[in-house]
């Protein structure tokens, strides 16, 4: 009986000892828990890019990180974004760097008239832009990546085909391009994009000046039913992790976020180019807009009242003691090679 007990015994400590020893399941970690914060509406491409991310990450780290995002100024807001980082508000926020021209001076000089031909040159041009400089302004924070609009182009409620019609229009715009819309004689009326679709509701603005895939994705096509071509500037983003947030992430994540920067910036452009099209064909096709395209000779004027501004910037940057000449040198030769 005793040795039936103790046989009993033996093999309950056994079965206890090799549970847990071979069949034990490690303890599931929980996820590191990240909050991403976006300015503009959840269709939007900034947004669109955001989700993007997030899964990639979610899934290259195998669910290690888990990300929250927070599109439509939930988190933060469009101004508010860079200093929210910063400041621990969100660990990741995607911001406009054109909407502030005196904090991003060297990155911003990629939105200045230099025929940039499209998002995904543009983009590629940012990101190495970025990483040759490595400007100041952004040693309190990790910058994941960088991308960059279509060029901007006129979406207004009536035609414009001369610089006659612009002049005294009142038109939105936000950061260094609304120099270009002054430039041009328009009343320039500063705002971010988040605050543009009731701006034109309410007939405070009778236009805009921005990249093409707004026509669909805030169907401004439904009251501006002109286009005109202008293919000016382009508009450089920011993604950016407050330091804390980044420091705190194992190797093997910082890695595959690292990895994603240059992918992501192509990604972006190539999502924004693909996306002006379709939404210049939704809204020609819902909303018959018209299309304006200028003469050889129209565009010439029209170019050739920007002409001051670049020199301007390289002014005013080597007074703040920046390479100015050699940004936009740069700025020239990489989007160049990106273009080839
Ligand atoms: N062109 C800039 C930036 C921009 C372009 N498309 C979107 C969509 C959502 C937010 C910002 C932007 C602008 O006009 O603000």
Redesign the pocket.
């Known amino acids: 009986m005793l040795k039936r007990v103790s046989f009993l015994l033996a093999a309950v400590i056994f079965a206890t000892f090799a549970l847990t020893t071979f069949l034990s399941v490690p303890a599931v970690a929980e996820p590191i828990k990240l909050n991403y914060a976006n300015?503009?509406p959840a269709p939007?491409?900034?947004c669109v890019q955001m989700e993007r991310w997030k899964e990639e990450v979610e899934k290259r780290t195998s669910g290690k990180v888990a990300i929250k995002t927070f599109p439509g100024g939930t988190l933060l807001d469009a101004k508010a974004m860079m200093d929210g980082v910063i400041g621990g508000q969100a660990d990741i926020g995607c911001l406009?760097m054109?909407?502030q021209p005196g904090r991003f001076i060297v990155t911003n000089a990629t939105s200045l008239p230099l025929d940039l031909p499209n998002a995904k040159v543009a983009s590629l041009t940012l990101w190495d832009l970025y990483n040759q400089y490595k400007p100041d302004e952004f040693s309190q924070v990790k910058v994941l990546t960088m991308f960059a609009?279509a060029p901007?182009n006129l979406m207004t409620k009536k035609p414009v085909r001369t610089l006659a019609d612009i002049k005294g229009m009142d038109i939105r715009?936000?950061g260094g391009?609304g120099e270009i819309l002054k430039a041009w004689g328009a009343n320039m009326v500063g705002m971010?994009?988040?605050a543009t679709p009731e701006a034109l509701q309410k007939g405070v603005v009778q236009g805009?000046?921005?990249?093409l895939?707004?026509m669909k994705?805030f169907k401004y096509a439904e009251l501006c039913r002109f286009v005109t071509m202008t293919d000016t500037v382009i508009?450089p983003f920011a993604v950016v992790m407050n330091m804390d947030s980044w420091n705190r992430l194992p190797d093997d994540v910082k890695k595959v976020m690292d990895d994603l920067g240059a992918e992501q910036a192509l990604w972006t452009g190539e999502y924004m180019d693909a996306h002006v099209k379709e939404s210049m064909d939704w809204s020609k096709e819902t909303y018959n807009v018209e299309v304006i395209q200028f003469s050889d000779d129209e565009k010439a004027e029209w170019n050739k009242l920007l002409e001051p501004m670049v020199d301007k910037w390289i002014a005013d940057a080597t007074a703040k003691g920046l390479p100015g000449e050699k940004i936009i040198q740069d700025i020239k030769t990489i989007s160049k090679k990106h273009a080839e």
């Open positions: 300015f503009p939007t491409f900034p406009c054109a909407y609009t901007s715009a936000s391009a971010p994009m988040s805009l000046f921005s990249s895939e707004v994705d508009y």
